[in-house]
Nanobody, 124 residues
Framework: QVQLVESGGGLVQAGGSLRLSCAAS????????MAWFRQAPGKEREFVAA????????DYADSVKGRFTISRDNAKKMVYLQMNSLKPEDTAVYYC?????????????????WGQGTQVTVGA
């Protein structure tokens, strides 16, 4: 019911910034919460940030608080992740995820819809 396509990944030096975008394709009229997760080589996929449909609530992993900002534009069916002050440990494949309903959730099994991922590499 929701197709997701991420873009905006790339190679950046430590301290730099990137903005990830996620385009949602859906015919649903139901509200849906969105999130970003990431997966580094050899590690499990982990929560990064989430936002409710009307953006009244958002939350972040402790490791990115104060550096990353999640936002959305429902008219364009887009979600964004602004990443500042990037660190080498932020290197991972970043995934956009969606779930019908309007509550924040923090685990992968609570999101049925996923994009293909976009690689972010932060050089030291």
């Amino acid at each position: 019911q929701v197709q997701l396509v991420e873009s905006g990944g790339g190679l950046v030096q430590a301290g730099g910034s990137l903005r990830l975008s996620c385009a949602a394709s859906t015919r649903t009229f139901s509200p849906y919460a969105m999130a970003w997760f990431r997966q580094a080589p050899g590690k499990e996929r982990e929560f990064v940030a989430a936002i409710t449909y009307f953006a009244e609530n958002s939350d972040y992993a402790d490791s990115v608080k104060g550096r990353f900002t999640i936002s959305r534009d429902n008219a364009k069916k887009m979600v964004y992740l602004q990443m500042n002050s990037l660190k080498p440990e932020d290197t991972a494949v970043y995934y956009c995820a969606a779930r019908l309903g309007d509550r924040l959730r923090y685990t992968t099994n609570e999101y049925p819809y996923w994009g293909q991922g976009t690689q972010v590499t932060v050089g030291a």
